[in-house]
DNA sequence: CTTGGCACTCAAGCCGGGGGAGTGCCAAGC
DNA sequence: GCTTGGCACTCCCCCGGCTTGAGTGCCAAG
């Protein structure tokens, strides 16, 4: 009974800070929020609150605001991810349509996401892990280069040029190119170690080094770019919470970081995870909140989708619009 | 001679206040620069130099800032681009050397142009318009749908996928992809039109539907991505310079979208332009100046390179940079 | 446990008055 | 005629003190 109270009174200091930004005192709450007891009762619960770690004070004598832990609270116990409505999801899949190729669904959904959340928004191409070899193709560019293009049934598409150790013919890379296809295709990225194994000595020993060259870069492109990229948009948006951090630089340049990046999207699965302040394991980034989910083709999730903002975000609205569009990102990937 | 006088003035002041930040006075002035004359002589060219437009006075009894007037008068009288140190250049080469492909050679340029200037850096893709097709690639994914993968001599790759209206056979891809191949192989990008025509007719009609919607897309993919994609970094930059903006967002903003982006880097010649405050084609960016050249193979310029920053921004070096940068980016363009 | 009352605290906003940097003008000097 | 020192004037900025008001904690009564 109490402790429903007071959940309540969290609840309703994370909502009035978080749509007005400005520390909440009791009697304000009291007359926003049909709590059924007086401004005193209210005091007594926040100061209970406050012992325990929930909310904060910036001075005495201001209204308290949510901890990193206070959100944590109310995050929790959030019932459920709220279902858009059907309008914003048709809007949604509209938006995602008309897409032309890969990168064009990626670029879509980080404007969509930014536009929704009003923060930044976060995608990452499809792992190539979970994924197949669609097709491979080598393009011999001169005597001692050529060029490998991956395409992963995903419809992802990784190139490298090889720098050759000898001169090659255009025979070579024929004969090449069919026996990696034959070896490869159809298989998944992360087998590609074991199935082309042994495969560069079938060549006559001129031709050897130039093929293990080859393979090697083909496995460098498989493994490292597994999940390089993390596509960001919306960074206009952090403008507008400038006065929620001391200052922007450190934010901003944490986010010029792929590596930074793909820890925000690390270790995502299919739910809506959220990680608050602190819990996040960038160190410049401790005064934002992450709130993200993976996707992928059927249950096997390919990579992650997310939003990052001020800890004082419409965690609710957020997570919802991170779940919809990591959905539909979904089944977009199910469909090609 | 007075001329020379009001010049040099006029240099000091930008030159003080590019670095200092703040409106420089007639006292400060004769302190800081050997101009052998006292205060009131300068006050007195200060006077005449806000009456012709060059600096203006945030205040009454407050020293001068440059107008954007004044900076172009400044930049025009450069004495040509001041090269950089041999270490500088040692270390670009360096910095560019690791590259394994376009997209990495385009990421290290923006990144490396943002550390040197400190400012946003944006670099443009090559364009496919001078460029020669190396390479198609075909690849059917199912009976109605193939992805087409169009490798130009620069190095870039376009991919799109394309819905087909009638279900084709492999063998109709195998023979599809033979004859473009032969139509465009080495050909210049903007000529594929000429050289494609009449192809779809030599298919039978149940099959013609779909070598058309190749065959567009085709089209399409080379004339539309012709100059797409700008990258763009280094915007934790744009927050040091807080104070120089009234607000950051709508600079943030405009920075996202793709089409401001390439007209900032629109009329690129070999030649480092500069663009002060309202000589900014963009709205939002006219209190920036864009300091941009364009690069290439010898001597068509295939893309731009450019920094934005605030209109006070170091000049000399700015364009010391982008010169040197897009240099490198039209050597690497030609090694390969 | 709740509630109204009350004293207390402290950030924010509002003067008002130096202090100082910088200007414009003027009259004298080269 | 340009340059220069002098001088009065103008405002911005900073500082300290004051008031105001929102908000709190505590207490005693219901």
């Known amino acids: 009974m109490l402790e429903d109270r007071r959940l309540a009174v969290l609840r309703a200091i994370v909502e009035d800070y978080v749509c007005t930004r400005e520390p909440v005192g009791s009697k304000a709450l009291v007359e926003r929020y049909p709590l059924g007891v007086s401004s005193a009762t209210i005091r007594n619960d926040m100061a209970a609150l406050e012992e325990e770690g929930y909310i904060a004070q910036p001075h005495t004598s201001a209204g308290r605001i949510p901890t990193d832990l206070g959100y944590r609270a109310f995050v929790d116990r959030l019932s459920g991810v709220k279902p858009l409505s059907p309008a914003e999801r048709r809007a949604i899949s509209n938006f995602l349509a008309g897409a032309v190729d890969l990168d064009d669904v990626m670029a879509r959904s980080v404007r969509l996401l930014a536009q929704l959340t009003r923060q930044v928004a976060l995608v990452q191409y499809p792992s190539l892990v979970q994924s197949t070899v669609l097709h491979l193709e080598i393009v011999r560019l001169s005597s001692t280069r050529v060029?490998?293009?991956?395409?992963?049934?995903?419809?992802?598409?990784?190139?490298?040029?090889?720098?050759?150790?000898?001169?090659?013919?255009?025979?070579?890379?024929?004969?090449?190119?069919?026996?990696?296809?034959?070896?490869?295709?159809?298989?998944?990225?992360?087998?590609?170690?074991?199935?082309?194994?042994?495969?560069?000595?079938?060549?006559?020993?001129?031709?050897?080094?130039?093929?293990?060259?080859?393979?090697?870069?083909?496995?460098?492109?498989?493994?490292?770019?597994?999940?390089?990229?993390?596509?960001?948009?919306?960074?206009?948006?952090?403008?507008?919470?400038?006065?929620?951090?001391?200052?922007?630089?450190?934010?901003?340049?944490a986010l010029e970081e792929q590596v930074v990046l793909l820890r925000l999207l690390g270790e995502v699965s299919g739910q809506v995870s959220v990680r608050i302040g602190h819990e996040n394991p960038v160190e410049d980034l401790q005064s934002t909140s992450v709130v993200a989910a993976g996707y992928g083709r059927g249950s096997a999730v390919a990579a992650g989708v997310g939003v990052l903002g001020p800890t004082h975000m419409d965690y609710p609205g957020t997570m919802a619009a991170v779940h919809a569009v990591a959905q539909y990102l979904s089944r977009i990937l199910d469909e090609n």
């Open 147 to 253: 060029l490998l293009v991956l395409i992963a049934a995903t419809g992802r598409v990784e190139q490298r040029s090889v720098d050759l150790p000898a001169p090659v013919s255009e025979g070579f890379v024929t004969a090449l190119r069919s026996r990696l296809l034959t070896a490869i295709i159809g298989q998944r990225c992360t087998d590609l170690s074991g199935r082309m194994e042994g495969l560069a000595e079938q060549f006559p020993a001129d031709e050897r080094p130039s093929a293990q060259a080859i393979i090697a870069t083909l496995l460098e492109a498989t493994v490292e770019s597994e999940e390089r990229r993390v596509m960001l948009g919306g960074t206009a948006n952090l403008a507008r919470y400038r006065d929620s951090f001391s200052t922007l630089e450190p934010v901003l340049e």
